[in-house]
């Protein structure tokens, strides 16, 4: 069975810092892409970040440039998003998804476009 765990959130102030986990299970992690998408009421569901864990490139979108990192360890089939100078406006449910088509990552397809999914964790930034 594949699966997708986050981990990692939380609430936290203005200026803060996160490291959110994404633990894989029943796949490979070196044959897929992951991304990290985050979703409120007011803007849907987003994508903010992608790794092609085959080779390690990364993609972010610009919302989050320059203080997002994704990484992954594929020793613990484990993908993180290092979250920088939180803002409230980062405040959503994060979730990470699959994609077997490594494609994805550079193209930023819609987010039906991935395969598993993770159960999302909450990240609220608030003073």
């Known amino acids: 069975q594949k699966r997708l765990v986050e981990s990692g959130g939380g609430l936290v102030q203005p200026g803060s810092s996160l490291k959110l986990s994404c633990t894989t299970s029943g796949f490979f992690l070196g044959d897929y892409a992951i991304g990290w998408f985050r979703q409120t009421p007011e803007k849907g569901r987003e994508r903010i970040s992608c790794?092609?864990?085959?080779?390690?490139?990364?993609y972010y979108a610009n919302s989050v440039k320059g203080r997002f990192t994704v990484s992954s360890d594929k020793a613990k089939d484990t993908v993180y998003l290092q979250m920088n100078s939180l803002k409230p406006e980062d405040t959503a449910v994060y979730s990470c998804a699959a994609s077997k088509t490594e494609i994805n990552c550079a193209y930023n397809v819609p987010w039906d476009n991935y395969d598993y999914w993770g159960q999302g964790t909450r990240v609220a930034v608030s003073s």
């Open positions: 790794i092609t864990t085959s080779d390690g490139r990364t």
